[in-house]
């Protein structure tokens, strides 16, 4: 299916590996030129240079390192890319823990990260996006917004936060051919998610590796979901095909999620 996008530009965030790489691959492979954002130089660069490769002549991938939570960050990746037609938004998970350690300071920096800033990068981009009449917003929130978990708090209520928002102001762009929707992650093979099998296993004394392996074999699939597949459905979201669906939280979990709603 050609996607309908060629040509179009896209800024990513978080974007050096993981989930958000695997949206920009995804969107590359369609034509989109793509801003690539991330904190780590290094990292960074060899992502961009990779899917170079992948893309194919014409397409322009740039990279920018810098924080995106920060003021300073943002406008650094908007100087890079001040008209996108679409945005991925996606800012690493805070730390999982008991809430009761948390202090005033974790929670700003999670509302900051993964609430704050899409929110501040969709208020710099949308309007330009109304004015072109087309744009597609991106968040990447979490599985936990559906079905919360204790230890992952911080995040439960950040994102949450974000969902409201979101589910308010896409009902208002749609008309003018902008969607903006958040695409829900479960466990996907990533360093987000080994990084969780080491607080488990510290917190219940197995090991990481056996962490990791009851939890694959808890998901219907008996598997992890992986960037390509992720991003795959992000590059849809993105598409000229996908205009009448917005404001929709689209969970990717391999069936964990028990619901029917």
């Not at 949308?126 to 004015?131: A, K, L, N, S, Y």
Request: net charge positive; aromatic share 4%; charged share 20%.
């Amino acid at each position: 299916m050609d996607l309908g996008i060629r040509d179009k530009q896209a800024l990513v965030c978080g974007a050096s590996k993981g989930l958000g790489r695997g949206c920009a691959e995804a969107l590359a492979k369609e034509g989109v030129h793509v801003t690539l954002v991330a904190r780590t130089p290094q990292t960074l660069e060899s992502a961009a240079e990779e899917i170079r490769g992948i893309a194919g002549n014409g397409v322009r991938v740039t990279a920018v390192a810098c924080d995106i939570t920060t003021a300073e960050g943002r406008q650094k990746a908007l100087a890079a890319c001040p008209q996108p037609d679409i945005l991925v938004t996606n800012a690493g998970g805070p730390p999982p823990g008991d809430f009761r350690n948390w202090s005033r300071d974790d929670w700003i920096a999670a509302l900051d990260a993964n609430m704050l800033t899409p929110i501040e990068l969709i208020k710099a981009t949308v309007d330009g996006m109304i004015g072109r009449r087309f744009g597609r917003i991106v968040n990447i929130t979490s599985g936990t917004v559906k079905a919360p978990t204790d230890v992952l708090g911080l995040s439960n209520g950040a994102r949450s936060g974000l969902t409201g928002f979101v589910a308010g102001l896409a009902r208002k762009t749609v008309a003018h051919n902008v969607t903006i929707n958040n695409l829900l992650p479960g466990p996907f093979d990533t360093d987000r998610l080994t990084s969780l099998f080491a607080a488990a296993a510290k917190a219940t004394g197995k090991s990481a590796d056996e962490a990791r392996e009851a939890r694959r074999l808890q998901n219907p699939a008996k598997r992890f979901g992986t960037p390509a597949e992720f991003g795959a459905m992000c590059a849809f979201l993105c598409s000229s095909h996908a205009g009448y669906m917005t404001g929709q939280n689209i969970l990717l979990d391999g069936g964990a999620y028990p619901g029917t709603f």
